[in-house]
């Protein structure tokens, strides 16, 4: 005997569950005494729509993966913070020749001091279609392109440090993939800003330590988006500070997805960034696999 599923009842504001809700706003608003100018602030601005949206988004998540979760061990290394973002844009310009960097100067000067939730600062990061411009211009598909720019970064990685890649002539648009929800995300920040580079509201690992990468993929919701290699390795070069010892949490790339050939389940890990043997080290991982000592990247769009 089968079970139907159960129909699923949607609330509005009318339902009870809505009214409550709407209580307590109502409540919320008069205790707060507002002006009309200031209650039409409220009205006019992203950040309220944006925060409903995120609080929406997070009572939909679901336990998926709950029990891939382990305390982390380890933080953030002595000496790291995050730079400023023209500092950041400096470093880039110096690795990246080429690039335009105008808009993302003036961005700068106005971006605003509070920061999405769970976020540490702002992060610049190159466009995929700016540094295809640059340094591969044949190159019109833009999976390949990604791939090329993700081989790149390593290799000025490999340059600034000691380096070691163990996949090394296996990042191909074959194997490696940009997840199409962070993708999306991703792209709808870089149409809304102009130029080469692109400044977003980020953290590096902290806020999921310890949660495997698939667990952090059903945690991640909203306007958030899980970065990739390409992204991440940027980060590395502009944040030389963030791996630089054993005892430390280290990167997964959220964002990606790697295809093992040798595995029935395709697609099933995701790129990592670690520092072991004096060494920062490129590779991939399991994403059903939590660890102590890994922690997934991403970011925000600047409110």
Not at 111 to 138: C, H, M, N, Q, W
Not at 157 to 164: K, L, M, N
Not at 186 to 205: K, N, R, T, W, Y
Request: with cysteine.
């Amino acid at each position: 005997m089968t079970t139907s599923p159960k129909a699923v009842t949607f609330v509005t504001a009318d339902h009870d569950k809505g009214q409550h809700a709407v209580g307590i706003f109502r409540a919320r608003l008069n205790d707060a005494k507002l002006s009309e100018e200031e209650m039409q602030r409220v009205n006019d601005s992203s950040v309220f729509a944006a925060g409903l949206d995120e609080l929406f988004a997070k009572a939909r998540v679901l336990n998926d993966f709950a029990g891939e979760e382990v305390k982390p061990a380890y933080g953030y290394p002595n000496g790291y913070a995050i730079r400023t973002v023209p500092q950041q844009i400096a470093t880039l310009l110096e690795i990246f020749p080429g690039l335009d960097a105008t808009q993302a100067l003036e961005l700068a000067k106005r971006l605003p001091k509070k920061l999405p939730y769970g976020t540490e600062g702002y992060f610049a990061l190159p466009k995929v279609s700016a540094i295809a411009r640059i340094f591969f211009a044949d190159v019109e598909d833009e999976a390949e392109q990604y791939v090329r720019a993700v081989n790149l970064i390593l290799d000025k990685i490999a340059e600034q440090r000691s380096f070691h890649n163990y996949r090394s002539g296996q990042i191909t648009k074959e194997r490696l993939r940009q997840r199409v929800k962070d993708r999306e995300k991703l792209l709808a920040v870089e149409a809304s800003q102009p130029g080469d580079i692109i400044v977003i509201a980020g953290q590096f690992g902290q806020k999921y330590g310890g949660k495997s990468v698939r667990r952090v993929r059903v945690l991640i919701t909203g306007t958030e988006f899980g970065l990739g290699a390409f992204h991440v390795g940027c980060m590395v070069l502009t944040h030389p500070k963030r791996l630089q010892k054993r005892e430390e949490l280290d990167l997964d790339c959220p964002g990606d997805e790697f295809d093992e050939s040798d595995s029935d389940d395709r697609f099933a890990r995701a790129p990592v960034f670690r520092y072991l043997d004096d060494k920062v080290k490129f590779g991939t991982i399991v994403v059903s696999r939590a660890r102590d000592y890994y922690g997934s990247v991403s970011g925000f769009p600047p409110q």
